[in-house]
């Protein structure tokens, strides 16, 4: 069992690295608005381009939605360990006696809360451009929740294999798109249900356990994906 006293050092290091990926971000602020601006401009085309079938819109509006929402949150991906990488603190960050997948989770919340909660919070309004239902509105980012979280820690895995590869982005596309598809399918089709008046808790339900899933097994993979890719 760890020693009581082992606690405040975990939480301190956890919140220290957590505040200053917060903190790069916030000096950063295309890093962070690029991805919600290429989802907002992706998701509004789709209306434009279709036209003013509202039946069509809302048909293919929760589709049209998550598949934007996904490809913003992997631009991100890449520049999770990438700038630590070239400054040289994710070596200082290797050679920690903080627990490494305890550092790679904190990391990954803060790439969550830069990049997955801004899609989350501007999903209604996404949503309203398709002429969704209110139950729908209500789905989507409730789904998108959970989703993008899961999303952030495979992507966690797949960035810390291609950390310091030239060209990477197109592995890292081909490294979490596989372990990403289910969390589309049943995001989208959640939504969908709702959409339709039908019931959505199942696809919440394994959405929320994909999230469990990727929150206990993630950041153990990519912390050993780090260290076979600095050695």
């Not at 808790?201 to 990519?222: D, I």
């Amino acid at each position: 069992m760890m020693p009581a006293q082992a606690m405040p050092g975990l939480l301190t290091g956890f919140v220290a690295v957590l505040r200053r990926d917060l903190m790069l971000g916030w000096k950063r602020p295309g890093d962070v608005l690029n991805p919600l601006f290429f989802f907002a401009v992706v998701s509004t085309l789709f209306p434009l381009a279709i036209g003013p079938d509202l039946e069509q819109l809302r048909a293919i509006g929760p589709g049209v939605v998550w598949v934007a929402a996904m490809l913003a949150a992997m631009l991100s991906l890449n520049a999770l360990f990438s700038a630590d990488h070239e400054d040289g603190s994710l070596e200082q960050l290797l050679l920690s006696a903080q627990p490494l997948p305890l550092m790679v989770l904190a990391k990954t919340c803060a790439h969550w809360l830069l990049s997955g909660l801004p899609l989350v919070i501007v999903s209604p309004l996404i949503g309203l451009s398709f002429d969704m239902s209110a139950a729908s509105l209500i789905a989507m980012p409730v789904t998108l929740l959970l989703g993008t979280i899961s999303l952030s820690l495979i992507g966690a895995v797949g960035a810390a294999l291609t950390v310091g590869l030239n060209r990477g982005t197109a592995l890292l596309s081909l490294l979490v798109l596989p372990l990403a598809m289910p969390v589309l399918i049943f995001g989208a089709r959640s939504s969908a249900l709702a959409a339709a008046g039908d019931g959505y808790a199942a696809g919440a339900y394994f959405l929320g356990a994909y999230c469990m899933l990727s929150v206990t097994l993630a950041p153990f993979a990519a912390a050993a994906a780090l260290r076979i890719s600095n050695e």
